[in-house]
């Protein structure tokens, strides 16, 4: 009964995981526990109790299995000197990048909130602003589903409530998740709406397009053409 429930989960965590057809590696999270019971019920049924010596080897070779199956393939991979990050690491701060944050800093105060569609959650860190919205990336609202209405409507308030000096569209090429500009805020019609009529493109930087309220762009390109201080 025990490896049937095990089984079961498993089943229904391997499902749960590949269901959404999303390449999200977290969602595979689902499948160890239910794997681990079901590898510890098979452990306890194949383990011989008895001492004859056949029961011996019997044991000696469930476990040899066991360590090959669980230790071989994570020895084999770093034997082979795979870093998936290798190439993420290799690459330094662009100054397109370093651009954006400087630009979102000028045209906005510490403190005041920065509103943000797309995935690009690392802006809110760089730049030192707090979120304008209660998520910090969008894909509840990008996605097609049963609540993306919802979502889009919360955020759609948040923004209102907060009215952020900045808005920054992350949807462009080399962003993480969203590239495809057709699912840039535009896809949204009362965003669109909104900040077409409140906002104004300053900048299109490492593929993120920022927008600047009317009331502040003034003062920021004042602050911009300003000669640096000595």
């Known amino acids: 009964r025990a490896a049937l429930a095990a089984a079961l989960l498993l089943a229904i965590g ?14 595979l999270q689902l499948v160890p526990l239910p794997l681990l019971w079901l590898t510890g019920t098979f452990l306890a049924l194949a383990w011989p109790r008895d001492n004859a010596p056949e029961a011996a080897r019997k044991r000696v070779l469930t476990a040899g299995l066991f360590l090959t199956c669980a230790l071989g393939p994570q020895l084999a991979w770093r034997a082979a000197g795979i870093d998936s990050f290798a190439a993420v690491n290799a690459t330094g701060v662009s100054p397109a990048r370093r651009q954006l944050v400087s630009l979102v800093r000028t ?36 996605y097609p589903g049963p609540l993306q209405p919802y979502f889009l409507r919360r955020y759609f308030e948040d923004f209102q409530a907060a009215n952020p000096p900045v808005f920054a569209d992350a949807v462009g090429p080399g962003n993480f998740a969203f ?28 593929g993120t397009r920022l ?13 911009l053409s300003a000669p640096a201080t000595p």
């Open 179 to 206: 590239q495809d500009r057709d699912r840039a805020h535009e896809c949204f019609p009362p965003l669109r709406a909104w900040v077409a009529a409140r906002y104004t493109q300053v900048a299109d930087l490492d």
């Open 107 to 142: 045209f906005s105060s510490p403190g005041e909130p920065l509103a943000l569609w797309g995935w690009r959650c690392s802006l809110y860190v760089e730049a030192g602003r707090p979120q304008a919205t209660r998520q910090a990336q969008t894909e509840a609202q990008i």
């Open 211 to 223: 927008y600047v309220r009317n009331d502040r762009v003034a003062a920021g390109l004042r602050t």
């Open 14 to 27: 391997v499902f749960s995981a590949l269901a959404p057809r999303r390449a999200s590696a977290h969602h």
